[in-house]
């Protein structure tokens, strides 16, 4: 069964404002990423942050992580149409053998 | 194009049919993944290769499915007898592995833009 799960499902918004997703995890981690996947494509990774981390930005991403409450948000600031597409987190265990991806947020930016 | 690359894009088989999909990861990557991806779903683990050995696989991963990475550079994941609740998207990713201390510097994946099957 996949490690984690994104909330909201499906996420739509205007051009401009910000999207916030979330996703919780079950087991203890050696680090979380996000992974963004276009439709009919392979996933492109966006960010990863170590479970030491509590907060890490990229340009218009900024990611958090809550260790004790095994969640961590994906923040899209100035969101644009382009940004269109489903988003997973990844949980990565301190083996570093599997990755486990949740379920996903579809995110729709009008224009 | 992150480098990865998997053939077919896309195939339709009839039921009871084999079928065998390619991917070929980013040259200096030593890890290889392959992953089942049903509408709707992330990415579920099917198998993973360190150079040409295959360490781990998952339970998904039934006696008619196969892969291998005979020279640790390209691997095939074969299915046999193809059933209609094979039809999914087939993902692979290569990455790094640990470093030598053993901590995960970059552990990122690359993912190829998948091969769609379509069992009738």
């Known amino acids: 069964s996949q490690q984690g799960e994104e909330d909201p499902q499906a996420l739509s918004i205007q051009e401009g404002e910000n999207a916030t997703m979330n996703c919780s995890y079950k087991?203890?981690?050696?680090?979380l990423q996000w992974y963004r996947q276009n439709s009919g494509r392979g996933l492109v990774h966006l960010i990863l942050i170590r479970s030491n981390e509590r907060e890490k930005h990229s340009g218009r991403l900024r990611v958090t992580l809550d260790t004790s409450k095994k969640s961590s948000s994906l923040l899209i600031t100035a969101s644009r149409a382009a940004d269109t597409a489903s988003y997973f987190c990844?949980?990565?265990?301190?083996?570093?053998?599997?990755?486990?991806f949740g379920t996903g947020t579809s995110l729709t930016v009008i224009p | 194009d992150t480098g990865v690359s998997q053939d077919p894009r896309h195939k339709i088989t009839k039921r009871g049919q084999n079928v065998t999909f390619r991917c070929d990861p980013i040259?200096?990557?030593?890890?290889l993944y392959w992953y089942r991806q049903t509408l709707g779903q992330g990415p579920e683990f099917l198998t993973y290769f360190q150079n040409e050995a295959q360490l781990e696989k998952s339970r998904l991963l039934s006696d008619r499915f196969s892969a291998e990475r005979p020279k640790g550079s390209f691997s095939t994941l074969e299915i046999q007898r193809t059933e209609q609740g094979d039809s999914a998207m087939y993902l692979c990713?290569?990455?790094?592995?640990?470093?030598?201390?053993?901590?995960?510097?970059?552990?990122?994946?690359?993912f190829g833009a998948g091969t769609r099957l379509s069992v009738l």
């Open positions: 087991t203890s981690i050696n680090n």
């Open positions: 990844a949980t990565v265990a301190n083996t570093g053998n599997q990755f486990y």
């Open positions: 040259s200096e990557h030593n890890r």
């Open positions: 990713a290569s990455s790094h592995r640990l470093g030598t201390s053993g901590k995960i510097a970059k552990n990122i994946q690359y």
